[in-house]
Each structure stands twice: as C-alpha cells, then as structure tokens.
T-cell receptor, first 117, second 111 residues
Framework: EAGVAQSPRYKIIEKRQSVAFWCNPI?????LYWYQQILGQGPKLLIQ????????DSQLPKDRFSAERLKGVDSTLKIQPAKLEDSAVYLC???????????????FGSGTRLTVV | AQKITQTQPGMFVQEKEAVTLDCTYD???????LFWYKQPSSGEMIFLIY??????QNATEGRYSLNFQKARKSANLVISASQLGDSAMYFC????????FGAGTQVVVTP
C-alpha cells in the first residue's frame, strides 16, 4: 500500500513569511497527526484529526499555526507568520483510529524540513 | 502525566556487537503500548518493535528485541549484531491514546 505522502520535502523561508505543508495519509486511515520535531528532540504532537474533526490541538500554537482536514482525507498545516524557532521537521502520521494502533503504531511520512532564516 | 525518558544522548558501537538503548516511562495507566522507532538521517520514522503492557513475553523482531520490565517501567531496546546501516536516531515512544516520544538516542556504528 502507498505510504503517507508529504510535500514539500524541504522549505526555506524568511521570518514573518507564511508557509503551508501538505499531507495525504494512507487510504482508509481515519486518524491523522501532525508532529513537530525540533533538531535534537523527539517529535511533539501538534494536532490530531479524526476524519475531518479535531481531537486534540492542545499543543498547537494557535496564534500562528492552523491546520485543516476538510474532506477527512488530506490535510494542510500552515504557519503564519513564521518565527525562527519554527525551524523543524514537520511529520505527518496516520492510523486506522485512535486506540487502534495495532502493532505498528502510526505510519509516518518522510517529513518536511522547514528552515526559517 | 505520562513521560518517556531516554538518558543516553549518544552511543558508539562496533559493527557486529550488541547494543542496549535505555528507555524508562512513567504512567499510571494499566493499558498502554511501547514502541521503538528508528530515524535515519533522511528523516523518516521507521517502526522497529512493539510491546503491549499486558504482553507477558518480550517482543522480538529479527535483530531487535525489547527487554520489558513492567515493574521497573523500563522498555530497553537491544540490537544484536550491529550493522553500519543501524547508525541512526532511535526513539522510544509510548501510546496511551496518543503517541508520545522520548528525546532519542543517537547510535553510530563503527567498522
């Protein structure tokens, strides 16, 4: 089966600019996650969707970050305006449903590496 | 609150030797899952092994085994017969509704 697709692979922007990342999960996976991974740290969950509804966005900096999953399939994560500390890898992951992780946890995409200068 | 701790920021290991990566966790839940992921320099997160909190036997997947000690709340990863391709970041993660990661351990395998 096709994996989790993410684009772009790399992005360099200046601070105060805006940027958007796209994710297409595995077909049939109802739950989609966005993680932020700062260099040298483990991934941190930003937002979790169940179909097209938000389940958990407690760690999303809502003054500058937004995310949507309008049709319950692919998702977009946006940052506006970007700050230097937003430089990180943004990972998208999907699973069948919350609590039904099976033996494989989530399936991750290759990530988008964002550099804010 | 749940917490994952990986105390080894980096390790060097010689090819063909075994290496143990430490992971401890803190939770009051009885049902949870423990995972190890590998992240090479290319950035993708690769699933390695899973242990359920109610599993009585330690999980094994090829050269990977998980030393699960529930009472001590530890879930150490053992990689046997290290290969050069094992050089990567390794993350311990716990699932109790959402997947939370430790800070990771950088492993460098030397010839």
């Amino acid at each position: 089966e096709a994996g989790v697709a993410q684009s772009p692979r790399y992005k360099i922007i200046e601070k105060r600019q805006s940027v958007a990342f796209w994710c297409n999960p595995i077909s049939g996976h109802a739950t989609l996650y966005w993680y932020q991974q700062i260099l040298g740290q483990g991934p941190k969950l930003l937002i979790q969707f169940q179909n097209n509804g938000v389940v958990d966005d407690s760690q999303l900096p809502k003054d500058r970050f937004s995310a949507e999953r309008l049709k319950g399939v692919d998702s977009t994560l946006k940052i506006q305006p970007a700050k230097l500390e937003d430089s990180a890898v943004y990972l998208c992951a999907s699973s069948l449903a919350p609590g039904q992780w099976g033996n494989y946890g989530y399936t991750f995409g290759s990530g988008t590496r964002l550099t804010v200068v | 609150a749940q917490k994952i701790t990986q105390t080894q920021p980096g390790m060097f290991v010689q090819e063909k030797e075994a290496v143990t990566l430490d992971c401890t966790y803190d939770t009051s839940d009885q049902s949870y899952g423990l995972f190890w992921y590998k992240q090479p320099s290319s950035g993708e997160m690769i699933f390695l092994i899973y242990q359920g909190s109610y599993d009585e036997q330690n999980a094994t997947e090829g050269r990977y085994s998980l030393n699960f000690q529930k009472a001590r709340k530890s879930a150490n990863l053992v990689i046997s017969a290290s290969q050069l391709g094992d050089s990567a970041m390794y993350f311990c993660a716990m699932m109790w509704g959402k997947l939370q990661f430790g800070a990771g351990t950088q492993v460098v395998v030397t010839p």
